[in-house]
């Protein structure tokens, strides 16, 4: 094969490389920019907003995001994430001394029963029923706190597919710019070489006997 035919199906190929990899870098830093603004635009909507610096308690007051994002409207992705493990998180452990929603099930379900066991006029059921009241408002409000808690760490997710989107266009984008540069200098060489030039041509092969070796006459 002729060198030069050799590079030019190299640099044929590398150009064609370095547009896929742009193409592709074009395509994720699309969605990498959907990504950002939708999860802005969607959290924006939901007004939330943390709380002052001078506001926070103790608790909150030893998270160092809570800090840092203290007064500051909730419109990105590592805000809902603070939001929602360090606020809300911290939050709903101290409602129910650390049971979840799934966890009161069992004993208001329990309560419930029990009561409807019981007759009118015992006097132990006022009591239970402050009990259920209490239990099943507790619950509620770990049930919405979960809620937002999930759809919050939810929009941090999907923020985190868009970073990761954008930083895979960086490497597109570099590693198209280098296979260009490559080819460009394959081209530059493909001209230089002689259109004669064959790659790895085989050595000729030497002709001729090998010279007989003379042996001195014996006496």
Do not use: W
């Not at 030893?62 to 590592?78: E, R």
């Amino acid at each position: 094969m002729k060198r030069r035919t050799l590079d030019t199906l190299f640099t044929a190929g590398g150009f064609g490389i370095a547009v896929l990899l742009l193409v592709l870098g074009v395509v994720m830093t699309t969605n990498g920019n959907f990504a950002k603004h939708y999860v802005h635009d969607q959290l924006a909507q939901q007004h939330i907003a943390f709380k002052p610096a001078a506001s926070l308690t103790k608790e909150e007051a030893a998270s160092p995001c809570l800090v840092a994002f203290a007064g500051q409207k909730l419109t990105s992705g590592k805000q809902a994430e603070c939001y929602a493990n360090d606020f809300i998180g911290l939050h709903v452990k101290a409602t129910a001394g650390g049971k979840t929603y799934a966890d009161l099930g069992t004993p208001q379900s329990a309560l419930t029963a029990q009561i409807a066991a019981m007759a009118p006029t015992d006097p132990a059921l006022s009591g239970l029923k402050t009990q259920l009241t209490a239990l099943t408002a507790q619950r509620d409000t770990l049930f919405k706190g979960e809620t937002l808690r999930g759809l919050l760490l939810t929009s941090y997710g999907f923020s985190v597919f868009g970073d990761k989107a954008a930083q895979a266009s960086g490497v597109a984008f570099g590693a198209s710019a280098l296979l260009a540069l490559l080819s460009i200098a394959g081209v530059a060489h493909a001209v230089k070489t002689p259109a004669t030039e064959e790659f790895a041509a085989a050595e000729p092969a030497t002709s001729g006997r090998k010279p007989k070796r003379l042996v001195p006459a014996v006496r």
